[in-house]
């Protein structure tokens, strides 16, 4: 996992720790830590995703196809935007 997705995922577990104990004291200020656990929750799952859609992109335009060798548009690989039409 990349670094922002790490420390996004502290913060969740942090925010989730806090409105538990939060809630526990019957105090409703607990619904703030919910919604920020929410919030860095999205953070880190998004981080994740680009992380991958990274790692993807870059390996496909690592090895090209034979199509784009042959300077034909293929979209085989999804890197070039070579269009002959």
């Avoid at 995922?9 to 409703?28: D, H, I, N, P, Q």
């Avoid at 998004?46 to 870059?58: F, L, P």
């Amino acid at each position: 996992m990349s670094r922002p997705a790490l420390l996004a995922l502290a913060v969740c577990v942090l925010a989730t720790a806090a409105a538990v104990v939060s809630f526990a004291r019957g105090a409703w200020v607990g619904i703030v830590w919910v919604l920020l656990a929410g919030l860095t929750s999205n953070m880190a799952w998004y981080q994740v995703r680009r992380a991958r859609r990274g790692s993807t992109i870059a390996a496909r335009s690592a090895a090209p196809v034979e199509a784009c060798r042959e300077r034909t548009a293929c979209d085989a690989c999804g890197v070039c935007e070579m269009k002959t039409r």
